[in-house]
């Protein structure tokens, strides 16, 4: 595959950080989406949340500055932004239950084009369930980004018509940023919102087997 269709994964944490408002309260899932609180832009507040009890978390810190008492849901060293608060699991499960936190991003392993996600579970045999607060904040957030590669390993689509793995949530995506192109959630299906390098609508079809709204 032509590296011209891709985007490495730091691009695409720079491009979403690019999409996150001035002053939303944001949630960054476990793995890849982290890398998005490294390309906020430093003019402009936007307040990260962890699952773990922290509002105001930072960018990941420089050698030599880890605190290991800092650390985010992934167990990853992190920051505190001036003004930052701790506080008890239960109440930042509160706030990602409550409504309050304007947009999260999330891995995935399918989503759906009616915007249905799953991402903690395969449902293979002996595969270890990894639901974390997934399940609260795909369902509390009021924008849910789904940051994912387009295809896995073996080449198949991780946009689908209807989801075949276990659901984390159910019509709850707005948006899924791949290396590929970024993908909006319509009424009608996924619609191309941006294609990268020279993928156009025609082909995301062909890899996806999705109709895009192309020609």
């Not at 985007?7 to 002053?23: H, M, N, Q, V, Y």
């Not at 949630?27 to 009890?53: F, K, R, S």
Request: aromatic share 6%; net charge negative; charged share 20%.
């Amino acid at each position: 595959m032509s590296e011209l269709t891709r985007i490495s994964r730091k691009d695409l944490a720079a491009r979403i950080a690019a999409d996150i408002p001035e002053g939303a309260y944001v949630n960054l899932g476990i793995g890849a989406p982290t890398l998005v609180a490294n390309y906020l832009p430093e003019d402009e507040e936007i307040i990260l949340h962890t699952e773990n009890g922290l509002l105001g978390m930072g960018a990941a810190p420089e050698d030599g500055w880890i605190d290991p008492d800092l650390i985010n849901a992934g167990k990853q060293p992190v920051t505190a932004v001036p003004g930052a608060a701790f506080f008890h699991h239960a109440d930042s499960f509160g706030m990602m239950r409550g409504g309050h936190l304007d947009v999260c991003v999330l891995g995935a392993f399918q989503v759906a084009q009616n915007g249905d996600l799953a991402n903690w579970s395969t449902g293979a045999p002996g595969a270890i369930p990894a639901v974390g607060g997934a399940m609260d904040l795909a369902i509390g957030a009021k924008s849910v980004y789904v940051m994912t590669d387009l295809l896995t390993k073996t080449g198949e689509s991780k946009l689908v018509a209807a989801c075949t793995y276990p659901l984390t949530g159910v019509g709850c995506v707005t948006r899924v940023y791949t290396d590929h192109a970024i993908f909006d959630v319509t009424d009608e299906g996924f619609r191309v919102r941006e294609a990268f390098g020279s993928n156009t609508v025609t082909e995301l079809e062909e890899l996806t087997g999705l109709d895009l709204g192309g020609e």
